[in-house]
């Protein structure tokens, strides 16, 4: 194997690892063998690259992740479905790795009536009071489901959606080598259940590792996000972490006045990809291209977030109900009818999505666009003698092409899916 060719595996076992930090053998024989192959030049990429804990056993991989700063975007589990996790499915979740753990449950297998009544008599003991109606059932799938996901569990006999709409019985085969490893820090060495998220006092910060992690997870960076020290790396280290995330990840890294942001020209690791298909990308890309073409803003333009000045300009949240509502007229045959019929639905999930990839910041008077948005103007049509405004009318429903910077100001990030934080 030459040189190229096997740093070309690593990157991408390395690759898989970030969108699966938790992956088996059972479910990814073939990703597997890859990580296996490299196990030694992975653990020690991962530590020295991003402070990321890397266990190899025969049966799995577990890439143990450091918690992110408290103002990235959060990163919730995901129902099967696509929707994020309610309090009441992380309260399941712990509960039954807690079951799993109870010596009353088998050693291999379990019976899924079994695992649900340990939950309930632990639940009873540190006063959880839960019940067997629909919507609990349904909370208990989910938090089973994600364990399902990760191979801490696989469906035997029967199926655990069975169960929450019928409840007919199931077999569960538990894979206990990976159900410890969960945690990305052992349980005896905390005393309060935050500090299981919280900074490992024994590693104190390392502003150029600590930048590597942010631009890695979650790669649109705003400066004024970063510590002196980060920022002082981001200015004196370009060059070195430019290569460092090439070489492990092949990220690709910009850096502007407003920010760096770090892109995957195979657009493969990522877990919200924007923009892309689906009405709510749609409506969110297209707002972008309305907010501006109303705002225009300057270069240099500043708005203020939490008090302080950023790089942005505000829309109000008159104005996005505003512009949203006149799209989903626009747009009325090719958008999903129930989320037309719901402007407030519409807004919370373009709000939510803008927000999750970095783009845009909510407040209390409205959204804050970053210049980061650049690159994601829609393409105007060619019309000579035509207003903007009649060209926009004029202009096809379907996604758009990408063009101009959103401000003038040198802010022209690359167009591509960002990458998010999994752990």
Not at 65 to 80: F, W
Request: proline fraction near 7%; charged fraction near 25%.
């Amino acid at each position: 194997m030459t040189a190229s060719h096997a740093a070309s595996e690593r990157r991408e076992a390395a690759r898989f690892l970030l969108m699966h930090p938790v992956m088996t053998t059972a479910q990814y024989p073939e990703e597997m063998a890859l990580v296996r192959r490299n196990a030694a030049a992975l653990k020690s990429m991962f530590a020295a690259t991003l402070g990321y804990t890397l266990v190899i056993e025969a049966s799995f991989a577990r890439l143990a992740k450091a918690p992110l700063p408290v103002d990235a975007p959060a990163r919730p589990a995901r129902r099967s479905n696509g929707g994020d996790f309610t309090p009441r499915a992380y309260t399941y979740l712990a509960l039954v790795c807690a079951g799993l753990l109870s010596p009353s449950v088998g050693e291999d297998q379990v019976l899924l009536s079994q695992l649900v009544e340990q939950l309930r008599a632990d639940a009873a003991t540190v006063g959880i009071s839960i019940d067997d109606a629909l919507p609990e059932r349904r909370a208990l799938v989910a938090a089973i489901g994600l364990l399902l996901d990760w191979g801490v569990l696989a469906e035997t006999d029967g199926t655990v959606a069975g169960w929450g709409e019928q409840q007919d019985e199931a077999l569960l085969t538990i894979n206990r080598s990976l159900l410890p490893q969960l945690l990305a820090r052992p349980l005896y060495t905390v005393e309060q259940p935050d500090q299981l998220w919280a900074h490992d006092p024994d590693h104190p910060a390392q502003p150029r590792r600590d930048l590597r992690r942010r631009i890695a997870e979650n790669p649109l960076v705003r400066r004024e996000h970063l510590t002196e020290g980060e920022r002082d790396a981001l200015s004196r280290e370009r060059n070195d972490i430019t290569v460092a995330l090439g070489d492990a990840f092949g990220l690709e890294l910009e850096v502007r006045a407003e920010g760096a942001l770090a892109y995957d020209t195979a657009e493969e690791i990522t877990d919200v990809a924007f923009p892309g298909n689906g009405t709510t990308r749609q409506a969110a890309l297209l707002l972008l291209d309305a907010l501006v073409d109303t705002l225009r803003p300057s270069a240099g333009a500043e708005a203020l977030v939490s008090g302080r000045p950023v790089p942005g300009v505000l829309a109000t949240w008159e104005l996005v109900a505003d512009n949203l509502e006149h799209l989903a007229e626009q747009n009325a045959r090719s958008w999903r009818s129930d989320v037309i019929g719901d402007l407030g639905r519409l807004r919370a999930e373009v709000v939510k999505l803008l927000t999750s990839v970095s783009l845009a910041t909510a407040t209390n008077d409205g959204l804050v666009l970053h210049p980061a948005c650049a690159r994601y103007r829609p393409e105007p049509l060619r019309s000579a003698g035509k207003p903007r405004v009649l060209r926009r009318l004029e202009a096809p429903t379907g996604l758009p092409e990408l063009t101009e910077p959103l401000f003038p100001a040198p802010a022209d990030f690359p167009t591509t899916p960002v990458r998010t934080y999994h752990d």
